[in-house]
């Protein structure tokens, strides 16, 4: 039996080895970083104290209900704290026992302090655990960065398969007024409205939004005019079928090739952009676990040599990972390209 397109796509991209490891390298460090909370988190994941059960990831508990001597909730990166609760129980932490704003008052070493057993890869200028942030920085870049081609990938279709299809004075008409918008300089409008709203995460992903998908109309409306005049596209128009349908069911479809082979490349060129607006304080607030903020502070801070090491090597190995699933996406779904 014949296999289906996208089945032999499929085998082509598995053939293509260092695509597919890195498409399950890239996949395993994502999963986990989704469940960052777990992984990296100042409160304890399970605490039996005294016969009772307590879930400090969902409740705020005081001190004194573990023999402390303060109303006050908890603070579990105490010393004090974690040797009451094992004096009459036990407790489960997790694996990196701070989160991304935790503070460490009680490391030895002044901040920025080296790596160590209580900090894997040291700490930050303010006391930051740079594993925990590590990880959740790489959450956020990865999610923007899908999210943004997501936006950008639905704005492009839409606009690229608008022109190539009606084509004439539309096409004219739209491409005039997206050499215009794109000629915008867009550096100086985030540097504005970053001095007008307060920096966040939404509005920067509106903003780069604005302007990020009008590369990817070019190849949907290049493809949209190649093929609108074929045989089966004006056959659908003589029975009368809806220009709606007919880019949807049979336009689409043909021209989705160069979009999927690009998107990779685009989820690595956002993760870029999040991180190079972070590092020159354009981007998220400055709480906020960010790769670029690490390297900002690797910048300022020569001698911590653990904080630029680390952040260049989980920024360079994620965008490498994408490269390289991108490449072989676009060999995959090169039709010349044959199984032997």
Known sequence: MTASPWRRVWQRFRRHRRGYLSLWIFSILFALSLFAGLLANNRPL???YDGQWFFPLWNN??????????????????????????????????????????????NAAPNPAPPNARHWLGTDDRGRDVAARLLYGFRLSVLFGLALTAIGLVIGIFMGALQGFFGGRVDLITQRLIEIWGSMP???????FASIFE??????????????????SDYVRAEFLKSRQLDYVRAARA????????????????????????????????????????????????????????????????DAWWLSLSTFTVLVGTLLLLIFIGEALRDALDARKSLS
């Open 186 to 192: 867009e550096l100086y409008l985030l540097i504005i």
């Open 239 to 302: 029975m009368g079928v809806s220009h709606a349908r007919i880019m949807w069911r049979h336009l689409l479809p043909n021209a989705l090739t160069p979009v999927v082979t690009f998107l990779p490349f685009r989820v690595s060129g956002a993760i870029l952009a999040l991180t190079s607006l972070d590092f020159l304080g354009l981007g998220v607030p400055p709480s906020t676990p960010s790769l670029g903020e690490l390297l900002a502070q690797g910048k300022n801070n020569l």
């Open 199 to 216: 920096p966040s995460i939404g509005l920067l992903l509106i903003l780069l939004s604005l302007f990020g998908w009008i590369g990817l």
């Open 61 to 106: 508990y005081t001190e004194i209900q573990f023999g402390g001597d303060f109303y006050t909730d908890a603070d579990y990166t105490d010393p004090y704290v974690i040797d009451k609760i094992r004096a009459r129980g036990w407790l489960i932490r997790a694996p990196i026992p701070f989160s991304y704003d935790t503070i460490d008052y009680y």
């Open 46 to 48: 399970l605490i039996h």
